[in-house]
């Protein structure tokens, strides 16, 4: 079946060593999507890409960087993690210029800073 | 300010007890309406998408309506595999394309 599927599931990292978060998908969807959730939150956007073009989100800290080195995978780099971003990462891809704007979400990795 | 508000937050019925979630929104020139299903540890799915006041969307036990201030999601008759936390999310008419706004979420627990 074809979906979205983001590795780890887990991740536990030390307070201040760099992680990557990476998330594949084989709908072949030309956006793709990073949200930040934390426990009994609303999902927030980080950034998205459509197509090659990077989409920053003004509220998201430097520390979150991305990549998509080709349309199947995008990546989700937090350089220097503080306790703070311990949550939910969920990556999701949509279909621009279809009828229904609606988002297929990974299962997401949950990160845990130490 | 753009918001959009989810309630109650917590929710707990008995099987086969209907009820309603609500979303309100304070956005300026809606695009569409999304209503989500999260599972525990999961990522959301995707259940409805309205466009305009009037509208209703049905599936199964889940049926959403959209105001223009606000969508109620009816679970009707629900069962315990309706448990899950329900998502809604707002997009602007002034926001590119893919882009959203999601509420906190209602938690629903429904009991045998």
């Known amino acids: 079946d074809a979906m979205v599927i983001q590795n780890p599931r887990y991740q536990v990292t030390q307070f201040g060593k760099p992680v990557t978060l990476s998330c594949s998908q084989t709908?072949?969807?030309?956006?793709m999507y990073w949200y930040q959730q934390k426990s009994s939150q609303a999902p927030k956007l980080l950034f998205h890409y459509y197509d090659k073009d990077f989409n920053n989100e003004a509220d998201t800290p430097d520390n979150f960087q991305s990549r998509r080195p080709n349309t199947s995978f995008c990546f989700l780099d937090i350089r220097s993690p503080g306790l703070g971003d311990a949550a939910m990462y969920l990556c999701?891809?949509?279909?621009?210029?279809?009828?229904?704007?609606?988002?297929?979400f990974g299962s997401g990795t949950q990160l845990s800073v130490l | 300010e753009d918001q959009v508000t989810q309630s109650p937050e917590a929710l707990r019925l008995q099987e086969g007890e209907s009820s309603s979630l609500n979303c309100s929104y304070t956005?300026?020139?809606?695009?569409?309406l999304f209503w989500y299903r999260q599972d525990p540890g999961k990522g959301p799915e995707f259940l409805f998408t309205l466009y305009s006041a009037g509208e209703e969307k049905e599936k199964e036990r889940l049926k959403a309506t959209l105001t223009k201030k606000e969508s109620f999601l009816h679970i009707t008759a629900p069962k315990p595999e309706d448990s899950a936390t329900y998502l809604c999310a707002v997009g602007k008419t002034t926001d590119s394309w893919g882009k959203f706004q999601f509420g906190a979420g209602t938690q629903v627990v429904v009991t045998p």
């Open positions: 999701a891809t949509s279909r621009a210029g279809g009828t229904n704007e609606k988002l297929f």
């Open positions: 956005v300026s020139g809606l695009r569409g």
């Open positions: 709908l072949n969807h030309n956006v």
